[in-house]
């Protein structure tokens, strides 16, 4: 069953407006979500979770379970935010488990 | 310096082949895990590992095996590589803990099986 759902493969947007990145799950129990980012030529690395609930280069993200919704926003992207971002869940507690979503490309145009 | 190697970091070869991919981490992190990621496509986990001697199957189904026989090696093989197995090949590892800690991933192997 499809975890983490990205619906945008692609996404462009113009320097200095803002950004949307959306992703969706589907988990019974209390997940945990996070997202990660993959510049180019540089690994995957972790951007932020919601359990932080923190800003990190300007991105937030906020878990809204009624809508199973974990979307991440900026409000004036910038062209360094260029890069490939993912969305993963955690299963809390067991930790047997993590799922990525297939990813969204982001391109800012200058 | 802490971190995560993996190789080779590409490879071309026949089918039929048995291969070996390494992954050593220095980051003394307990939890080891092995990703397979196709172009534009999402991560599946095919194994991972919370120690010396644990080793389980991730929710990929995969015709590769792993061993953990030290805290910092986490191998994997695959007996008779084939055209299917063509992928890249993402190694990370994270801490000990209750709830999820971050994943620290390597560089990853591209894997092409002609």
């Known amino acids: 069953a499809q975890r983490v759902t990205q619906p945008e493969k692609l996404l462009s947007v113009f320097k200095g407006a803002p950004v949307e990145l959306k992703c969706n799950y589907s988990?019974?129990?209390?997940?945990?979500l996070f997202w990660y980012v993959q510049y180019s030529r540089q690994r995957l690395q972790l951007l932020l979770r919601?359990?932080?609930?923190?800003s990190i280069k300007g991105f937030t993200a906020d878990l809204n379970k009624g809508e199973t919704s974990f979307h991440l926003k900026k409000p004036f992207a910038q062209e360094e935010d260029s890069a490939m971002y993912y969305c993963a869940l955690g299963e809390w507690g067991t930790g047997n488990q993590f799922y990525f979503g297939t990813g969204t490309s982001l391109t800012v145009i200058p | 310096e802490a971190d995560i190697y993996q190789t080779p970091r590409y490879l071309v070869i026949g089918t039929g082949k048995k291969i070996t991919l390494e992954c050593s981490q220095t980051?003394?992190?307990?939890?080891m895990y092995w990703y397979q990621q196709d172009p534009g496509m999402e991560l599946h986990l095919i194994h991972y590992?919370?120690?010396?001697?644990?080793?389980e199957k991730g929710d990929l189904s995969s015709e590769s095996t792993v061993s953990r026989i030290r805290t910092e090696h986490f191998p994997l093989t695959l007996e008779s590589a084939r055209p299917s197995h063509t992928s890249q090949y993402l190694c990370?590892?994270?801490?000990?803990?209750?709830?999820?800690?971050?994943?620290?991933f390597g560089p990853g192997t591209r894997l092409t099986v002609l």
């Open positions: 590992s919370y120690g010396v001697n644990s080793t």
């Open positions: 919601h359990i932080s609930r923190e």
């Open positions: 980051m003394g992190h307990d939890k």
């Open positions: 990370a590892s994270s801490r000990q803990g209750g709830s999820y800690n971050e994943q620290f």
């Open positions: 988990y019974s129990g209390s997940p945990e």
